[in-house]
């Protein structure tokens, strides 16, 4: 059963920076897009950020220069960079992979990692 996990989320102050990862496991054979959304309270869940297999990147405005999305295919990795981070930041970040598996072609998400920034 394909899965991804997120983690290095956690509490950093405003103007900081953050790196989350994402592992995806499984019998997987490749994975196509890979991204990072994010849902602060209250709100709807709102993309990040997206890389192709090819890595060609694609960025929410209010992230733009400061995000940083990258991906690791031999370790079925996808990676954020996060700096300057800012209040409005603040979100419970998910991330998905488009995966084709033995057993399986389709998106997976993971259950989240939580982002806070505040002083």
């Known amino acids: 059963q394909v899965q991804v996990v997120e983690s290095g989320g956690g509490l950093v102050q405003p103007g900081g920076s953050l790196t989350l990862s994402c592992a995806a496991s499984?019998?997987?054979?490749?994975?196509?897009?890979m991204g990072w959304y994010r849902q602060a309270p209250g709100k709807q869940r709102e993309l990040v950020a997206t890389?192709?297999?090819?890595?060609?990147?694609n960025y929410e405005d209010s992230v733009k220069d400061r995000f940083t999305i990258s991906r690791d295919d031999a370790k079925n990795m996808v990676s954020l960079q996060m700096n300057s981070l800012k209040p409005e930041d603040s979100a419970v970040y998910y991330c998905?992979?488009?995966?084709?598996?033995?057993?399986?072609?389709?998106?997976?998400w993971g259950q989240g990692t939580q982002v806070t920034v505040s002083s």
């Open positions: 499984g019998s997987i054979i490749s994975i196509y897009a």
């Open positions: 890389i192709s297999s090819g890595n060609v990147t």
């Open positions: 998905t992979m488009y995966v084709y598996e033995s057993q399986y072609t389709g998106d997976i």
